[in-house]
Structure formats: C-alpha cells, structure tokens
C-alpha cells in the first residue's frame, strides 16, 4: 500500500489471518508450478522462466511466515461480513497455483470498501524482490460506486523479477461498480495475476481493464454471476510493443437465471509483441433467461507481431442466447491510402486509424474526459511514439 489504513482501507487481524491461512494448506499442498502441457498455459513459456533469476524458489514457499504489523483490524465490519468474504475467498479462488501462492504468503489481506460516489485506489510496488498481494474490494448492498484502481510497478535494476495477486471485485445486491483497473509496469515485470468479480442478486458490475509495459504477464479473469437478475461487462484495451507478451484469459460463470454477461477486449500489437486472449462463456443446465456474449478484436502493426484470439463457450441450458465473435488483422490499406491522399503523412494516417480502433472502448467508460485523453495518450506512446 502506498498510504496508511483509513477506515475504508483495512487488514484482517492477525490471528484471522493466521487461521484463514492454516485453512488454504490442504489445497496449498496440491498444487505445482504449472507446465506448459496445461491447456491454460500451453501458449505462456512458462517452463522456460529462470526462477532463481526472479529471486523465486517455489521449492521454499513456507505460508504464513511473514505477516505485517499493519494486521490491525476490521472494526467497521460486522463479524457476519467478515466471515461472509472469507467464505467467497475460499469458495471462488480458482485451484491455481498463482491464486494460492498469494493466499499462503501475501503479508495481509486488505479489504477495500467501496463508498457511494467516485474514488481513486493507488497501489505501488518497489524494488526486486517478489511480491505477493490479496485485496478485496467491496460494495454493500444498494449502492452505487465508480472506482479508478492503479497498479504501478517500479524496479531498481534491469533484472528480471515477480509479481503475483489475487484481487476480488463483489457487488453486493442491487449495486452498481465501475471499476477502470490500470496497470503500468516497468520493462522487465512478471506479472501473474488473478481477478475474480462476484456479482450478487439484480447487480450491475462493468470492469475495464488497461494493461501497460511488463515483459511476460498471464492473467485470469473469473467473473461469477451468483444472483438472479446479475449483469457484468468485461472490457479494456491492450497495447503491446517490443517484446511484450500478454496471455489474458477470461470466463463467465452464470450461476442464476436472468443473467446477463458480455466481454469486449481489444488488442494492438506492435514490434516483437504477442497478445493471446481466451474468453468462455460457461452456462450449466437448467438455467433460464440467460444472454451472453463475447467478442476480441485484434489489429497488428507490424508482421513480427502477433495477436490470437481463442472464443470458447460451454452452454448446457437451452433457454440462452449466446453470440461470439474474433477478428484478427492487419490496418486497412484502403482507409489508410485514402488519408495519405488527403495530405495526412503516414505516421497522422497510422495514429488516426490505430485512434479510431480503440476510440469507442475508451469513450464508452464512465470516468472523466480527463482519465480517457490520459489512457488514449499512454495507448499513443506505446504504438506510435505518442504522435
């Protein structure tokens, strides 16, 4: 955390903390390092990272051994809600070995609650070595909340290093969260990450996502319907250039009837980058009502980059409507010659065409004129030199 506690930024007490961490150790104690035969990780090198450059020995994990001062308390929580997110953490935590690893050796689990209005979160993480984060973000029920979430990445050297975390969005009954979640990381970052959103009865959660920088980050989203009535919309925008590889993959669990679901990302890659996304539409049997849609598009601007879409869906029930879409390609040789014929040089004609095909991703979020120029502008500097 970059500032102190306040009473909307809190940290379980010690002794939960400690008897939450001895309850994740059967589990714990079962997972591995994922190989690379891994259906979710046969496009992430994952068996070619140098752990011992990242200053990583996943052979000398010991869970709960370090746990901050800062574990003060959760006096603004009743015991019921305590408890009531402690059983959602260990309910939907996926069974991966990256989501577990922050579980056992984060230093504490901080609880972010969610007030009526607009708020901004800052996270900050320096220096080499590895860091390990749980944060949980909540909204009671019937409110209404709009929250900017950075995560910004800082490093003393060039050498290569770790990052990990598990964050949780829930929205309890009949809320509204906006959340644009924004990453800058330097050059040399691993990043593993797991977002899991929960989204109870008649709730509205739409999450924008805009990753930046890193070297190799692989990230699961698990967005969960729980209650009749749920609406959660997952878009964003990345842009890649050098090396960069991003692998995002991105689920729908619809739990109720009456919910709905709807994924949109986009991806620009450039120079050496490689962008993988995976989205799944999961709908179990005899569930009614249910409208569900995916779709990834992906432009490229060099031919050493590349950009992969992989849509999956997994319906059961019959009474649903499901749609899925992907598009890979190259810019527009027609709309690209036709602004060269009307005086623009190509670098204005490659900017202007790359701005029109993340635009409308970035205009459609509910945050201010001046948050949207700031993403259009780190998008810009990354693709295009800023230009």
Sequence with gaps: MNSSLTKNRLVLTKERYTQFNTSLLEIWNQLEIPKDSEESWRKFPIGSVDWKELQFDPKEVNPGSIVSEENTVEQSLSEETVQSLLADILKYTPKDYFAYLNLVVAPYYEIILLEEGESEFDFEEEGDKPKHSVRIFYLTKGKTSKTQIRFQNHHLSEDLHLSSSLDFYIAGDSSYLEILDRESSDLDLYRFRNVCILGHNDSQVKYHHYP???????????????????????????????????????????????????????????????????????????????????????????????????????????????????????????????????????????????TAFYGETIQSIGFSDEVKLSLESEIKEILVGGK
């Design 212 to 354: 930046m920088g890193g070297f190799r980050s692989k990230l699961f989203l698990h967005a969960h319907l729980l209650g009749k009535g749920t609406e959660v919309t997952v878009d964003g925008v990345s842009a890649l250039g050098g090396r960069n590889l991003k692998d995002l993959d991105m689920e729908m669990f619809h739990h109720a009837d009456f919910t709905t679901s709807k994924i949109s990302y986009k991806a620009i890659v450039t120079d050496k980058a490689h962008h993988i996304f995976t989205g799944n539409l999961i709908i179990p049997p005899n569930l009614k009502k249910v409208t569900a849609h995916q779709e990834s598009f992906n432009l490229s601007l060099n031919k050493k980059a590349r950009a992969e879409a992989n849509p999956k869906l997994e319906v059961l029930a019959e009474d649903v409507s499901c749609t899925h879409g992907a598009t890979v390609g190259d810019i527009d040789e027609e709309q690209y010659f036709y602004l060269l014929s009307r005086g623009l040089t190509p670098e204005e004609s490659k900017s202007l065409l790359v």
